[in-house]
């Protein structure tokens, strides 16, 4: 049986700044398979942000070859390949002139969506997200909070139907309970509509707690990729201390919290 061909595909992928003195990307190869998640973790600096910009051409290659449904994205009209790949920045990235309906229905109705099918559209999106649209239907940005304006910002990523979403570093601003809920409640949304993710972080227990597969990215260069068994069997030093983190957090935590029934 042939396997199913990858979503999106980076082979060889290179991309530099500065006149090439910086080379942000260097020699990456990932696959994603259709209904995965893939977590991309790295500190700052690591390539793994302009990586995924490559995805839907916010920026281009210098070499190597990506592919997104199977198409060459230098092939496809770069405004269209955006329109079909939804993305949720950290802030939210939310226009702070238009309400909370307007934000989310903006790319249906760049499409040519009738407004009505846009209005139900927006009401669905804001059941998924878990926002009363009698409340915050007609709200702005600003009256919103940090964990409100994200899930408007994937309420919009999702407006457009598409198959794959794309998430810089989403949850990194909000504070622990907001970010642990949110991040729970996008992961059942990501197996309840059958997408494909790819999400950036710094935060290796963020990776661990939601991701399918993690790649580990490292001044420009993929360290390891794979499922959590098959990183543990990773012999680069960077990844073993990422993955040694979350484990030396959640000893010293077993020390110093109290134990259960005790306050």
Do not use: C, W
């Not at 793994?48 to 060459?72: F, H």
């Not at 702005?140 to 598409?162: D, I």
């Amino acid at each position: 049986m042939t396997a199913a061909p990858p979503l999106i595909a980076f082979a060889h992928v290179g991309k530099s700044f500065d006149g090439g003195r910086v080379r942000a990307v260097d020699d990456v190869s990932i696959e994603v398979a259709e209904g995965e998640f893939l977590a991309i973790v790295g500190g700052s600096g690591s390539g793994k942000t302009t990586l995924l910009r490559l995805a839907n051409r916010l920026i281009d290659a210098d070499s190597g070859r990506i592919t997104v449904e199977g198409e060459d994205v230098r092939a496809v009209d770069p405004v269209q390949l955006r329109r079909r790949i939804g993305y949720v920045f950290q802030s939210g990235g939310l226009f702070s002139h238009i309400s909370v309906a307007g934000n989310i229905g903006i790319t249906p109705k760049l499409q040519g969506t009738p407004a009505a099918e846009i209005a139900s559209r927006v009401d669905q999106l804001l059941d998924l997200v878990r926002l009363d649209r009698t409340l915050y239907r007609d709200r702005f940005p600003h009256e919103l909070s940090g964990g409100q304006r994200q899930r408007v910002g994937v309420a919009r990523a999702l407006a457009a139907r598409p198959r794959i979403v794309l998430m810089d570093e989403p949850f990194g601003a909000l504070d622990p309970l907001t970010r642990d809920a949110l991040g729970d409640d996008y992961r059942a949304l990501h197996s309840k509509l059958g997408l494909t993710t790819v999400m950036i972080t710094h935060d290796m227990t963020e990776a661990i707690l939601l991701a399918d597969r993690i790649a580990v990215m490292r001044a420009g260069r993929l360290l390891a990729q794979g499922t959590l068994t098959e990183l543990s069997d990773s012999d680069d030093a960077y990844v073993g201390e990422l993955l040694r983190t979350p484990r030396r957090q959640a000893e010293r935590l077993n020390v110093l919290l109290p134990r259960d029934g005790a306050a």
